[in-house]
Protein backbone atom coordinates (compact mmCIF):
# COMPACT_ATOMS: atom_id res chain seq x y z
CA UNK A 1 0.00 0.00 0.00
CA UNK A 2 2.07 2.97 -1.16
CA UNK A 3 1.95 6.06 1.29
CA UNK A 4 2.24 8.81 -1.53
CA UNK A 5 -0.42 9.15 -4.20
CA UNK A 6 -0.48 11.16 -7.40
CA UNK A 7 -3.61 14.05 -7.26
CA UNK A 8 -5.47 14.73 -10.30
CA UNK A 9 -8.01 12.34 -13.02
CA UNK A 10 -8.55 8.98 -12.26
CA UNK A 11 -6.93 6.33 -14.66
CA UNK A 12 -9.31 4.83 -17.27
CA UNK A 13 -9.71 1.77 -15.44
CA UNK A 14 -8.54 1.50 -11.72
CA UNK A 15 -6.16 -1.47 -11.45
CA UNK A 16 -8.62 -2.59 -7.64
CA UNK A 17 -12.28 -2.82 -8.19
CA UNK A 18 -14.13 -3.89 -4.64
CA UNK A 19 -17.83 -4.83 -4.57
CA UNK A 20 -19.98 -5.00 -1.90
CA UNK A 21 -22.44 -7.63 -3.66
CA UNK A 22 -25.93 -6.80 -2.18
CA UNK A 23 -29.12 -7.20 -2.90
CA UNK A 24 -29.44 -11.11 -3.70
CA UNK A 25 -32.35 -11.23 -1.01
CA UNK A 26 -34.86 -8.20 -2.62
CA UNK A 27 -33.50 -9.69 -5.89
CA UNK A 28 -35.44 -13.02 -5.44
CA UNK A 29 -38.48 -11.45 -3.27
CA UNK A 30 -38.89 -9.38 -6.44
CA UNK A 31 -39.35 -13.10 -8.21
CA UNK A 32 -41.23 -14.41 -5.77
CA UNK A 33 -38.35 -16.80 -5.00
CA UNK A 34 -36.84 -17.73 -1.47
CA UNK A 35 -33.49 -15.41 -1.05
CA UNK A 36 -31.39 -18.81 -1.35
CA UNK A 37 -31.94 -18.64 -5.05
CA UNK A 38 -31.18 -14.89 -5.07
CA UNK A 39 -27.71 -16.02 -3.93
CA UNK A 40 -27.43 -18.30 -6.14
CA UNK A 41 -27.94 -16.13 -9.11
CA UNK A 42 -25.69 -13.57 -7.52
CA UNK A 43 -22.94 -16.29 -7.95
CA UNK A 44 -23.91 -17.36 -11.53
CA UNK A 45 -23.35 -13.41 -12.02
CA UNK A 46 -20.20 -13.18 -10.22
CA UNK A 47 -18.85 -15.55 -12.80
CA UNK A 48 -19.71 -12.65 -15.79
CA UNK A 49 -18.26 -9.76 -13.61
CA UNK A 50 -14.85 -12.10 -12.98
CA UNK A 51 -14.61 -12.39 -16.96
CA UNK A 52 -15.60 -8.85 -17.36
CA UNK A 53 -12.78 -7.72 -15.47
CA UNK A 54 -10.31 -9.92 -16.77
CA UNK A 55 -10.98 -8.69 -20.38
CA UNK A 56 -11.10 -4.90 -18.68
CA UNK A 57 -7.39 -5.52 -18.01
CA UNK A 58 -8.43 -4.92 -13.76
CA UNK A 59 -5.88 -6.13 -11.62
CA UNK A 60 -7.62 -7.35 -8.98
CA UNK A 61 -11.39 -7.61 -7.75
CA UNK A 62 -12.34 -8.01 -4.08
CA UNK A 63 -15.32 -9.32 -3.53
CA UNK A 64 -17.71 -9.17 -0.17
CA UNK A 65 -19.37 -12.54 -0.25
CA UNK A 66 -19.77 -13.00 3.41
CA UNK A 67 -19.57 -10.92 6.52
CA UNK A 68 -18.79 -11.34 9.92
CA UNK A 69 -22.34 -9.94 10.75
CA UNK A 70 -23.91 -12.48 8.39
CA UNK A 71 -23.63 -14.83 10.86
CA UNK A 72 -26.49 -13.81 12.31
CA UNK A 73 -29.10 -14.84 9.42
CA UNK A 74 -31.32 -17.57 9.89
CA UNK A 75 -29.38 -20.64 10.14
CA UNK A 76 -30.33 -22.56 7.02
CA UNK A 77 -28.97 -19.41 4.73
CA UNK A 78 -25.93 -19.44 6.07
CA UNK A 79 -25.47 -22.63 5.65
CA UNK A 80 -26.59 -21.95 2.00
CA UNK A 81 -24.18 -19.58 1.62
CA UNK A 82 -21.51 -21.90 3.21
CA UNK A 83 -22.68 -24.62 0.50
CA UNK A 84 -22.68 -22.27 -2.28
CA UNK A 85 -19.24 -21.20 -1.40
CA UNK A 86 -18.01 -25.29 -1.72
CA UNK A 87 -19.55 -25.24 -4.87
CA UNK A 88 -18.35 -22.28 -6.63
CA UNK A 89 -14.92 -23.20 -5.43
CA UNK A 90 -15.65 -27.13 -6.89
CA UNK A 91 -17.27 -25.54 -10.35
CA UNK A 92 -15.62 -22.88 -11.16
CA UNK A 93 -11.97 -23.43 -9.88
CA UNK A 94 -10.34 -25.29 -13.01
CA UNK A 95 -11.49 -22.67 -15.52
CA UNK A 96 -10.63 -19.80 -13.41
CA UNK A 97 -6.99 -21.39 -13.13
CA UNK A 98 -7.31 -21.96 -16.89
CA UNK A 99 -7.88 -18.06 -17.05
CA UNK A 100 -5.17 -17.20 -14.99
CA UNK A 101 -6.81 -15.98 -12.31
CA UNK A 102 -5.47 -16.25 -8.86
CA UNK A 103 -7.73 -16.57 -5.62
CA UNK A 104 -6.80 -14.61 -2.69
CA UNK A 105 -9.02 -14.56 0.78
CA UNK A 106 -9.31 -12.09 3.45
CA UNK A 107 -11.19 -12.71 6.81
CA UNK A 108 -11.35 -15.48 9.10
CA UNK A 109 -11.17 -19.32 7.80
CA UNK A 110 -11.15 -20.78 11.73
CA UNK A 111 -15.07 -20.84 11.61
CA UNK A 112 -15.76 -22.27 8.57
CA UNK A 113 -16.18 -26.32 8.86
CA UNK A 114 -12.89 -28.08 8.35
CA UNK A 115 -13.93 -29.36 4.83
CA UNK A 116 -13.93 -26.06 3.44
CA UNK A 117 -11.33 -24.66 5.31
CA UNK A 118 -9.36 -26.92 3.24
CA UNK A 119 -10.83 -26.34 -0.17
CA UNK A 120 -9.82 -23.02 -0.01
CA UNK A 121 -6.50 -23.21 1.14
CA UNK A 122 -5.99 -25.54 -2.01
CA UNK A 123 -7.86 -23.20 -4.15
CA UNK A 124 -5.27 -20.76 -2.94
CA UNK A 125 -2.50 -23.26 -2.93
CA UNK A 126 -3.42 -23.82 -7.10
CA UNK A 127 -3.19 -20.76 -8.17
CA UNK A 128 -1.47 -19.00 -6.16
CA UNK A 129 1.67 -18.16 -9.48
CA UNK A 130 -1.24 -16.55 -11.63
CA UNK A 131 -1.29 -13.26 -12.39
CA UNK A 132 -3.78 -12.14 -15.00
CA UNK A 133 -6.40 -11.42 -12.45
CA UNK A 134 -6.32 -11.60 -8.28
CA UNK A 135 -9.90 -11.97 -7.32
CA UNK A 136 -9.58 -11.23 -3.34
CA UNK A 137 -13.05 -12.88 -1.69
CA UNK A 138 -14.10 -11.53 1.76
CA UNK A 139 -15.61 -14.43 3.27
CA UNK A 140 -16.14 -14.14 7.16
CA UNK A 141 -14.53 -11.23 6.55
CA UNK A 142 -15.04 -7.74 8.81
CA UNK A 143 -13.11 -4.05 8.57
CA UNK A 144 -12.91 -3.99 12.43
CA UNK A 145 -12.07 -7.82 13.08
CA UNK A 146 -9.28 -7.03 10.60
CA UNK A 147 -7.79 -4.47 12.74
CA UNK A 148 -8.18 -6.14 16.03
CA UNK A 149 -6.52 -8.77 14.05
CA UNK A 150 -3.40 -6.98 12.68
CA UNK A 151 -3.11 -5.77 16.35
CA UNK A 152 -3.03 -8.86 17.89
CA UNK A 153 -0.06 -9.89 15.74
CA UNK A 154 1.88 -6.68 16.49
CA UNK A 155 1.38 -7.31 19.74
CA UNK A 156 2.01 -10.64 19.55
CA UNK A 157 5.62 -9.39 17.73
CA UNK A 158 6.85 -7.06 20.67
CA UNK A 159 6.54 -4.40 18.29
CA UNK A 160 6.95 -0.73 20.32
CA UNK A 161 5.03 2.29 19.89
CA UNK A 162 7.40 4.29 18.22
CA UNK A 163 7.88 1.78 15.45
CA UNK A 164 3.91 1.84 14.62
CA UNK A 165 3.53 3.08 11.59
CA UNK A 166 0.34 3.21 9.06
CA UNK A 167 2.62 1.03 6.64
CA UNK A 168 3.13 -1.26 9.60
CA UNK A 169 -0.57 -1.60 10.19
CA UNK A 170 -1.05 -2.63 6.87
CA UNK A 171 1.43 -5.31 6.88
CA UNK A 172 -0.75 -6.65 9.18
CA UNK A 173 -3.77 -6.63 7.30
CA UNK A 174 -5.86 -9.66 5.36
CA UNK A 175 -4.85 -7.66 2.99
CA UNK A 176 -1.03 -6.98 2.75
CA UNK A 177 0.41 -6.75 -0.72
CA UNK A 178 -2.99 -5.75 -1.78
CA UNK A 179 -2.84 -2.17 -3.40
CA UNK A 180 -5.97 -0.18 -1.62
CA UNK A 181 -8.88 -0.44 -4.19
CA UNK A 182 -9.36 3.06 -6.21
CA UNK A 183 -13.47 1.94 -6.60
CA UNK A 184 -15.52 0.32 -4.49
CA UNK A 185 -19.01 -0.22 -6.38
CA UNK A 186 -22.38 -1.18 -3.97
CA UNK A 187 -24.89 -2.62 -5.31
CA UNK A 188 -28.84 -2.28 -4.10
CA UNK A 189 -28.90 0.88 -3.72
CA UNK A 190 -27.24 1.09 -0.10
CA UNK A 191 -24.83 3.87 0.86
CA UNK A 192 -22.52 2.30 3.32
CA UNK A 193 -19.27 0.23 3.81
CA UNK A 194 -21.02 -2.69 6.50
CA UNK A 195 -17.51 -3.09 7.81
CA UNK A 196 -15.98 -3.87 4.05
CA UNK A 197 -12.64 -2.60 4.12
CA UNK A 198 -12.76 0.29 6.65
CA UNK A 199 -8.87 0.94 6.44
CA UNK A 200 -8.40 0.30 2.96
CA UNK A 201 -11.33 2.28 1.30
CA UNK A 202 -9.84 5.92 3.02
CA UNK A 203 -9.27 7.32 -0.42
CA UNK A 204 -11.51 4.86 -2.37
CA UNK A 205 -13.85 6.69 -4.89
CA UNK A 206 -17.33 5.34 -3.91
CA UNK A 207 -20.17 3.87 -6.80
CA UNK A 208 -23.88 2.99 -5.88
CA UNK A 209 -26.32 1.87 -7.99
CA UNK A 210 -29.91 0.95 -7.50
CA UNK A 211 -29.37 -2.30 -9.66
CA UNK A 212 -29.19 -6.05 -7.04
CA UNK A 213 -26.22 -7.81 -7.78
CA UNK A 214 -27.79 -10.81 -9.76
CA UNK A 215 -28.55 -7.76 -12.14
CA UNK A 216 -25.69 -6.11 -12.49
CA UNK A 217 -23.78 -6.94 -15.91
CA UNK A 218 -20.72 -6.24 -17.97
CA UNK A 219 -22.82 -2.47 -19.17
CA UNK A 220 -23.45 -1.57 -15.39
CA UNK A 221 -19.94 -2.16 -14.80
CA UNK A 222 -18.25 0.00 -17.70
CA UNK A 223 -21.03 2.67 -16.44
CA UNK A 224 -19.21 2.53 -12.84
CA UNK A 225 -15.73 2.54 -14.12
CA UNK A 226 -16.49 5.42 -16.65
CA UNK A 227 -17.88 7.22 -13.60
CA UNK A 228 -15.00 6.67 -11.87
CA UNK A 229 -12.84 8.10 -14.85
CA UNK A 230 -14.44 11.06 -14.68
CA UNK A 231 -13.51 11.85 -10.54
CA UNK A 232 -11.00 13.85 -9.69
CA UNK A 233 -8.69 12.45 -6.76
CA UNK A 234 -7.04 15.00 -4.28
CA UNK A 235 -5.94 12.97 -1.55
CA UNK A 236 -6.19 16.40 0.53
CA UNK A 237 -3.75 18.17 -1.83
CA UNK A 238 -5.52 21.25 -4.19
CA UNK A 239 -4.93 20.24 -7.86
CA UNK A 240 -2.28 22.56 -9.54
CA UNK A 241 -5.33 24.76 -11.55
CA UNK A 242 -6.60 25.96 -7.56
CA UNK A 243 -2.90 27.93 -7.62
CA UNK A 244 -3.72 29.70 -10.57
CA UNK A 245 -5.87 33.23 -10.06
C1 LIG B 1 -25.96 -9.82 -0.41
O1 LIG B 1 -27.32 -9.92 -0.59
C2 LIG B 1 -25.31 -11.15 -0.14
C3 LIG B 1 -24.89 -11.36 1.27
C4 LIG B 1 -24.93 -10.47 2.20
C5 LIG B 1 -24.41 -12.67 1.61
P1 LIG B 1 -28.34 -9.85 0.64
O2 LIG B 1 -28.61 -11.23 1.11
O3 LIG B 1 -27.83 -8.92 1.67
O4 LIG B 1 -29.61 -9.24 -0.09
P2 LIG B 1 -30.63 -8.20 0.53
O5 LIG B 1 -29.85 -7.02 1.00
O6 LIG B 1 -31.36 -8.89 1.64
O7 LIG B 1 -31.53 -7.85 -0.63
C1 LIG C 1 -22.95 -6.51 3.23
O1 LIG C 1 -24.29 -6.69 2.93
C2 LIG C 1 -22.24 -7.82 3.27
C3 LIG C 1 -22.10 -8.49 2.00
C4 LIG C 1 -22.47 -8.03 0.82
C5 LIG C 1 -21.46 -9.78 2.08
P1 LIG C 1 -25.41 -6.79 4.08
O2 LIG C 1 -26.69 -6.96 3.38
O3 LIG C 1 -25.01 -7.82 5.07
O4 LIG C 1 -25.28 -5.37 4.75
P2 LIG C 1 -26.33 -4.54 5.61
O5 LIG C 1 -26.84 -5.45 6.69
O6 LIG C 1 -27.43 -4.11 4.70
O7 LIG C 1 -25.56 -3.37 6.13
MG1 LIG D 1 -28.08 -6.95 1.99
Same mark, same amino acid.
Given at each position: MSDTKPTGQAQAIPQHVAIIMDGNGRWAKKRGLPRLAGHQAGTENLRRIIRACVELGVRYLTIY?? $? *???????REEVEGLLKILESVIEKELRELHEEGVQLRHIGR !????PASLRTQVKNAIELTK???RLTVVVAFNYGGKDEIVHAVEQLIRAGVKPEEVSESLIASQL? *???IPDPELIIRT $????? !? $???LIWQAAYSEYYVTPAYWPDFDKEELQKAIDAYGLRNRRFGSVDDENYKD
Amino acid at each position: MSDTKPTGQAQAIPQHVAIIMDGNGRWAKKRGLPRLAGHQAGTENLRRIIRACVELGVRYLTIYAF $S *TENWGRPREEVEGLLKILESVIEKELRELHEEGVQLRHIGR !LEKLPASLRTQVKNAIELTKDNDRLTVVVAFNYGGKDEIVHAVEQLIRAGVKPEEVSESLIASQLF *TAGIPDPELIIRT $SGEMR !L $SNFLIWQAAYSEYYVTPAYWPDFDKEELQKAIDAYGLRNRRFGSVDDENYKD
